[in-house]
């Protein structure tokens, strides 16, 4: 079946899904495979459910004539989705980086919002997969796409460009992220890049912070660019009024105060208000849905619980963030403060340096107390005794029920898989 068939399909369904567990009538049901799973063996189980067809890789026994064989089912999604991406012809906004692309996605989202009928990246749906489903959920009433591109080897930002074929993008920094995929941070730069490369090959516009000096060098000669910035004469200016504890920054003489922590946000609003002022909405507006927005999700959320304030900040952590997350924790009034971090994952080589050195960087910011969480950290147990080392959640747990944390400014931060947010049952 070519694409232009099956999209006609899909605009007679009631969308894609790829599971069958959360499968709704009348919707086409993508048989994906992976390492530990094949969507192929539940196909009839979907048509059962309700869907109208079935795309499938593999000859189901027996053949249903609502099965649509192909060569390939998730390359069959993408061309869908880049077919459709094609057919709605709508400004697609799309962003990646280290760090911070999900707050800005989610800023720039409610600023546009204001004025547009948007559809922005949900949840982690950023990468080979979640792109795509992305782009099929937006439809005729889509104004503008906001797309969330996510990667941890190179070559995956430019296969999403194909796929979602951005107007607009907008790098929020080059961290030290996905290490062991990308190799080093000269890879993190060359394979975040791709969406620069994209974005230049097809003459469409970036959206720069000239205040970072690796995004202006990627930028090289291209004229095709908006730019914002603190203190260098650029596009949109964005200046830091106060961070005590919220940011509130200053835009011409129209003062926003944000409901976010941490100077290292500063860009994240500066690029959605930067956004918003090219799509040509007005300072008051903008000013609106940056004040609406609260952090959810683990990410740098402030929880007032028990007798404590927690800054949970536990949905990621990359070496950077970890770093920007302490700065910004030493900078906070409070005269009892304790940090609890995670192990930080997908540092490959470096994983041992990099634990070494944000152990010795709390040491020197002489906090009230350090948990640190998980085998990586623990690793360094012997050299530093200053600190509290815990191999796993649950010996935290135990001791922190032994020992409560009371009348304390407490920071939370570690990589996903380290569900550091349960610690809340016990602060």
Not at 27 to 40: D, Q, S
Not at 127 to 155: C, F, R, S, Y
Request: some cysteine.
């Amino acid at each position: 079946m070519k694409i232009i068939d099956l999209h006609q399909l899909f605009l007679n369904s009631k969308g894609v899904t790829t599971d069958t567990r959360s499968l709704t009538p009348s919707t086409l049901f993508f048989a994906l495979k992976g390492e530990n799973f094949n969507a192929n063996n539940f196909a009839q189980q979907a048509l059962d459910s309700g869907a109208s067809y079935c795309i499938i890789d593999e000859v189901q026994t027996p053949m249903n004539e609502r099965f649509i064989l192909v060569d390939n089912v998730l390359q069959t999604l993408q061309e869908l989705a880049n077919f459709h991406r094609k057919y709605l012809d709508i400004p697609v906004v799309a962003l990646t980086g280290s760090n911070g692309k999900t707050t800005t996605k989610e800023l720039i989202n409610a600023v546009l919002i204001q004025q547009y009928n948007t559809h922005a990246t949900q949840g982690n749906y950023n990468n080979h997969i979640g792109v795509p489903l992305t782009l099929l959920q937006m439809d005729k009433t889509t104004e503008i796409g906001i797309v969330e591109m996510g990667a941890n080897h190179a070559g995956e930002i430019a296969q999403l460009c194909e796929i979602a074929a951005p107007n607009y993008g907008y790098i929020t920094n080059f961290g030290k992220a996905h290490l062991e995929g990308f190799g080093s941070e000269e890879g993190v730069v060359k394979a975040k890049s791709e969406l620069y490369d994209y974005l230049k090959r097809n003459k469409e516009t970036i959206f720069v912070n000239i205040d970072d000096k690796k995004q202006d060098k990627q930028i090289g000669d291209y004229q095709n660019i908006k730019t914002f910035s603190s203190e260098y004469n650029s596009d949109f200016t964005i200046k830091l009024e106060n961070d005590s504890p919220f940011l509130n920054v200053k835009v011409d003489d129209i003062y926003i105060q944000t409901q976010l922590l941490g100077r290292y946000n500063i860009t994240n609003i500066a690029a959605a208000i930067s956004i918003g002022l090219y799509f040509k909405l007005e300072l008051d507006v903008i000013k609106k849905g940056i004040e609406s927005y609260v952090p959810k999700n683990n990410r740098s959320q402030v929880i007032k619980q028990n007798s404590n304030t927690i800054i949970m900040d536990a949905y990621n952590a990359n070496p950077t963030s970890v770093e920007a997350a302490l700065q910004n924790f030493k900078a906070m009034n409070g005269e009892e403060k304790v940090v609890i971090l995670g192990d930080m994952f997908e540092l490959g080589p470096q994983s041992f340096h990099e634990h070494h050195a944000v152990i010795s960087m709390v040491k020197d910011f002489d906090f009230t107390k350090a948990y640190f969480v998980g085998s990586h950290f623990f690793n360094h147990q012997k050299e530093f005794p200053f600190a509290d080392f815990f191999k796993n959640l649950a010996d935290v747990k135990k001791h922190i029920i032994a020992t409560p944390i009371k009348n304390t400014l407490i920071l939370v931060k570690g990589s996903r898989g380290m569900a550091l947010e349960h610690l809340l049952d016990v602060l």
